[in-house]
């Protein structure tokens, strides 16, 4: 009588290993729980580089005059779709070819479609569609670099056509060197989560944009530098520590695994790293503007901590928390000194991208042979130089071509009656127009 | 008749009357000022007022801030603005109170200027000049 009670709880068991033969041939022995959490790192880390968007969008939107505002909130959504659809139609075969090098290690196929359909690639150990949602993010995330830098006089289509190249073609070219297996790998470059790859890589789109597009009307005017104060630094400072909490998926998810304790060990390694060099660099920020300008700047705290960001995505996991906050802290205190300098060359960055990313994104790199055995500075410095000659002369022909057949530059008078306006039709703060 | 009349009662030049029947007192403050001015002015049984927010500079000139290294001057300084329509009567009572309640004694408090209006008009009644104030 007493075994009668557990029969159909056993009936139900029973169907469990059923049910799981329905969907393949040969019989399921267990669950992959491998496969499970990688691709649940993946999909995780991938929705939180999706949220640096928001982050971008914020900081951006906080960093320009309220003229230019509505604008740059369009270039940052409209970018990252852009970046979505060109890393399914281009991208994700051209950074990950597999097989299908046309130019071993160094060219993937132009044309193919990313493809997710399928039984679950247990072989690979994730789920493909979990690593080509993850992948866009970073592709989308390299072009929002190049958004800040060049805001307030650019057009809107001729950059929206820079980002259908940068994320469709040079992005995936690049990342493919590495990440893809490509010639860098080889070479013994190191770089976990992309300072190279995706920040200074943006950056080097930026810089050359920002050349090609000469800087804002009277930013520079009698060898004097006349500032141009963000019209809501509250967006700002939330846009940063949207983009701080983005980081952990960034840099913790580039771990690509989570099958394991010591991949679980890694991944909090990573987060707690990460966390560390972005307060050292915005530490690292406070003091040194008080010293120099005997007042906090709250905008370079804001770049300081993203630069520590940006330093440690390099080598994330290698360093102790000590060795996170260091090399953090210098990020924050190349912020405060570059931008100051970019002035000085009367390159205009509006929001501190280059420094940010791309100066603080090859100190990250260079910082990697410190605490990552198997790695060198002479590589490291070879691979940024080889990554960032790539990016930078390409962007350049690209912006000449852009400037040449429809013009980058707004004109003078859409440029002092704001953006908004002139591209777009429509402000952002309507209620406190003068007008 | 002399001249001057003469011209008067003709209507070529105006009538030199001891002061019109209403006045606009224009007076700029500084912004944390305006509840005080406000409530006193209230008190002494003004009915109207209108505030705008203003930048200007007279003695109190500006300062310097410094945005990402690069310093620049901020040459205007926010105040607040006052325009009170009142009976001629009641004309220096409001600035004797402006002054008083207005002052802080350090440069920047503000000045006050008195206008004669030409006419009044209260848009529901069409009530005009003193019974519109």
């Not at chain 1, 968007?53 to 230019?68: D, Q, W």
């Not at chain 1, 270039?75 to 779709?81: C, D, G, R, T, V």
């Not at chain 1, 056509?161 to 493919?176: K, M």
């Not at chain 2, 500084?30 to 705008?52: H, N, S, Y």
């Amino acid at each position: 009588m007493k075994s009668l009670k557990w029969l159909p709880l056993a009936a139900a068991l029973a169907t469990v290993p059923v049910m799981g033969l329905a969907q393949t041939a040969e019989a399921a022995p267990a669950v992959d729980n491998a496969f499970i959490f990688n691709t649940l790192l993946f999909l995780i880390g991938g929705f939180l580089v999706f949220w640096m968007a928001a982050g971008f969008a914020m900081l951006e939107a906080g960093l320009v005059r309220s003229k230019n505002v509505t604008t740059q909130l369009t270039k940052n959504i409209a970018l990252f779709s852009i970046a979505a659809i060109m890393y399914w139609l281009v991208g994700y075969n051209l950074m990950y070819p597999g097989d299908g090098w046309w130019m071993q290690g160094v060219l993937g196929p132009i044309f193919a479609t990313a493809d997710i359909t399928g039984e679950p690639a247990l072989e690979t150990g994730y789920a493909t569609g979990s690593d080509f949602f993850f992948q866009l993010m970073f592709c989308a995330t390299t072009a929002s670099i190049v958004s800040g830098t060049l805001a307030e006089r650019i057009k809107l289509w001729p950059f929206l056509i820079f980002t259908v190249v940068l994320t469709g073609f040079i992005y995936p070219i690049e990342a493919s060197w590495q990440w893809g297996g490509g010639f860098l790998s080889e070479m013994g470059f190191s770089d976990f989560a992309g300072s190279t790859l995706v920040h200074a890589a943006g950056g080097f789109a930026a810089l050359a944009g920002a050349l090609i597009l000469g800087p804002r009307l009277g930013k520079y005017k009698d060898g004097r530098v006349n500032p141009m104060p963000g019209s809501n630094l509250a967006l700002a400072t939330l846009g940063t520590f949207i983009l701080w909490l983005g980081w952990f998926g960034f840099n913790g998810a580039s771990q690509l695994a989570l099958g394991t304790e010591a991949d679980a060990n890694a991944v909090a390694i990573i987060f707690a790293n990460t966390n560390m060099a972005a307060a050292a660099g915005a530490v690292a920020a406070l003091i040194l503007t008080q010293i120099l300008y005997k007042k906090v700047d709250l905008t370079m705290v804001l770049n300081g901590a993203l630069a520590g960001l940006v330093s440690i995505t390099a080598g994330p996991l290698d360093p102790t928390l000590f060795g996170a906050l260091w090399i953090g802290a210098v990020g924050g205190v190349i912020v405060v000194l570059a931008v100051p300098f970019l002035d000085k060359l009367k390159i205009d960055d509006v929001v501190g991208a280059i420094p940010v990313h791309l100066i603080a994104g090859f100190w990250g790199t260079l910082a990697v042979p410190f605490y990552t055995e198997g790695t060198s500075f002479v590589t490291q410095i070879l691979g940024f130089a080889i990554v960032g000659g790539f990016v930078f002369v390409v962007s350049i022909v690209v912006w000449v071509i852009l400037k040449a057949t429809m013009g980058i530059r707004v004109s003078e008078e859409a440029e002092v009656n704001g953006l908004d306006v002139s591209e777009l039709g429509m402000e952002a703060y309507p209620e406190f127009t003068k007008g | 008749m002399p001249v001057l009349l003469q011209l008067q009662h003709a209507g070529l030049i105006p009538l030199q009357t001891k002061g019109t029947k209403v006045k606009l007192i224009i007076a700029t403050i500084k912004p944390f000022k305006l509840e005080e001015v406000r409530e006193a002015l209230t008190d002494i049984g003004v009915r109207g007022m209108m505030v705008t927010e203003i930048k200007g500079f007279g003695s109190q000139s500006g300062h310097t801030e410094i945005y990402r290294g690069a310093e620049y001057a901020v040459n205007f300084v926010p105040k607040v603005k006052l325009e009170i329509v009142v009976n001629d009567a009641m004309a220096d009572q409001v600035v004797d109170t402006i002054t008083k309640t207005a002052k802080t004694g350090k440069i920047g408090d503000g000045k006050i200027f008195v206008l004669d209006v030409a006419q009044a008009v209260r848009v529901r009644t069409g009530e005009t000049n003193e019974d519109a104030v």
